[in-house]
């Protein structure tokens, strides 16, 4: 059964201007793992960046479709939110239910797509039971 569905884009413009934070500064909204991955293609940072971001933003509203009398900030699901990369390269989304005062929910299945252009970053969450 589908609890939620989010999508999201974000504009790569927005986010060229992060390229040049320090890890301190991009860990408020992304993990060690998502910071390692964007820095490891510089020419792709900002296209990586706004990805990921968008997985972020696409799952706070698949959250807040799935759990529709709570509110979640934007910068608590981006701290219970990392995107990371299967063996075969597809991304898949790590959350840490504890930050978004839910219990663990392990019988909750999360779908990720993501893309990105050189301008536009675009993901689509599916929240199942």
């Known amino acids: 059964m589908i609890m939620g569905i989010g999508i999201d884009s974000v504009e ?6 992060w390229i040049g934070y320090s890890s301190q500064q991009l860990s408020r909204i992304f993990s060690h793992d998502e910071i390692n991955y964007a820095s490891s ?7 990586r960046l706004a ?5 972020k933003e696409a799952f706070c509203k698949g959250l807040h479709a799935a759990y529709p009398g ?5 910068l608590t699901v981006c701290r219970a939110v990392a995107v990371l990369h299967g063996g075969n390269g597809a991304p898949y989304l790590v959350v840490d239910w504890r930050l978004l ?10 779908h990720l797509s993501i893309t990105h252009t050189k301008t536009v970053a675009t993901a689509y969450v599916v929240l199942e039971l």
């Open 12 to 17: 790569v413009a927005r986010c060229v201007s």
């Open 41 to 47: 293609n510089p020419a792709k940072k900002a296209e």
């Open 51 to 55: 990805a990921r971001f968008a997985a």
């Open 70 to 74: 709570n509110r979640y900030s934007l």
């Open 101 to 110: 005062g839910l219990d663990d929910q392990q019988g909750i299945r999360i």
